[in-house]
């Protein structure tokens, strides 16, 4: 091993002598080189950069993976360059349960199929949350990493050198203004019997003696400063880049919302689709109400428009013996539906519905129609009329008004 003592000597010193500067500045028993306004607004502008950049990171990652245990097991994996394993989403746990309890109840009661399919609109949910997270951590998440792990880095040991160089300069200043004092007060009472560095010849005066110093503090003052301006010209090259930073970042801020978008509307479509799936299964879950619970028989669009409201429902009136109900035996001819002579309201729609069968009316978000009810009819439905078409409307996506 290559133990270089007067190396070693050499750099404590340096640390000795840096940290007495320092010390000394923080006293106000010494004088600090400031740098221009700028360069500190530089550098202000880089500490904000990063500490925003560090909170909206982990902020993300909380938003991405609530679970904490989960990120830290994501975090050990990426230090210990592993390729993270494969986790289910919540989404599609949950849609595994409700296919095994369908499986279980009978994929063929009402129940069960509402399971399936409630179940298949939660897997694909927990699929475009997969897809989400990746997206938002290849193009958000990354490149702040890499700043805060790359640029931000070589930034920081920069302007550590940048600190020591100062330090250096301002001890060599300080040397310089003790040595010119000395001069002076030698040339203005000249005393041979004055301190001097040991194994020194005393071959000149005590103001010679001093000169000398003066001109090596010089000397060293002049290297220093060199030293110093091009440590400062490189670290405002970096801090300068800070810019072209916000940019790059801008960029994956842009992709991160696109991403989130896509992901909401994705999210958005399946739970329509399911909202119109269970709408027609409205009926079969009616018929068998006589054969299960009063509970049962409310069906799932029932409950939604319970929950909103702005959709009061429209009472139904009870069957009257020696009228065809039509809608009971579930077939519709929109020609053969007359309009009661009383009952009919105005409705908003509320959302675009896509019929799904020559039965129903198709719907457009914003669009007034007229709603009536008929008798024996599903309460989750109702006749809806504009102009010279007629058809069924489901009520969760309508606005009643009187």
């Known amino acids: 091993m290559d133990f270089n003592v007067k190396k070693l000597a050499s750099d404590a010193g340096v640390f000795f002598s ?29 500490d904000c950069t990063k500490n925003w950049t560090e909170k909206i990171l982990r902020q ?19 230090k210990l360059d592993r390729k993270v394993p494969s986790r289910v989403t ?46 938002a951590s290849i193009n958000f998440l990354t490149p702040l990493r890499n700043f805060l792990e790359g640029d931000w880095r070589t930034i920081s040991k920069e302007r550590r050198i940048l600190q020591n160089r100062r330090l250096d300069l301002d001890a060599c200043k300080a040397r310089l203004k003790k040595a010119k004092a000395a001069e002076a007060k030698a040339a203005a009472v000249p005393d041979f019997q004055e301190t001097r560095p040991r194994n020194y010849v005393l071959s000149a005066s005590a103001s010679a ?91 799932p669009p029932a409950v939604a428009a319970a929950t909103v409201p702005a959709v009061p429902t ?22 053969e539906v007359k309009p009661p002579a009383s009952g009919t309201r105005k409705a908003r729609v509320l959302y675009d519905y896509e019929a799904a069968d020559s039965s129903e009316l198709a719907l457009l978000a914003d669009e007034m129609i007229t709603v009536y009810s008929l008798p024996g009819m599903d309460p989750d439905w109702l006749i809806g009329e504009r102009g010279n078409q007629k058809g069924k409307v489901p009520v969760t996506y309508l606005e009643l008004l009187s």
């Open 18 to 46: 840096r940290a007495v500067q320092f010390t000394e500045e923080k006293l106000g028993q010494a004088e600090k080189t400031e740098l221009d306004a700028h360069f500190e607004n530089l550098l202000a502008r880089a």
């Open 60 to 78: 993300t990652e909380v938003l991405l993976q609530p679970n904490p245990s989960a990120r830290v097991e994501e975090f050990l994996y990426e």
């Open 90 to 135: 919540n989404g599609e746990l949950l849609a595994q349960y409700m296919t095994e309890a369908a499986n279980d109840f009978g994929p063929g009661t009402p129940y069960g199929k509402t399971l399936i399919k409630v179940g298949e609109t939660q897997r694909r949910l927990g699929a475009a949350e997969r897809d989400f997270i990746h997206s």
């Open 209 to 299: 003696l001093w000169s000398d110093e003066v001109e090596k503090a010089e000397h060293e003052l002049r290297l220093t400063q060199t030293e110093f301006d091009r440590q400062a010209e490189v670290t405002r090259l970096l801090l300068e880049g800070i810019n072209s930073t916000h940019v790059n970042h801008l960029r994956c801020l842009h992709e991160f919302v696109e991403s989130q978008t896509n992901y909401y509307a994705q999210c958005y479509q399946y739970m329509l689709d399911l909202q119109k799936q269970l709408g027609r299964f409205s009926g079969t879950f009616v018929g068998n109400a006589e054969s299960t619970s009063p509970a049962a028989a409310t069906s």
């Open 314 to 335: 429209i009472p139904v009136v009870p069957t009257i013996v020696g009228v065809p109900n039509t809608v009971a035996e579930g077939v519709l001819n929109p020609n």
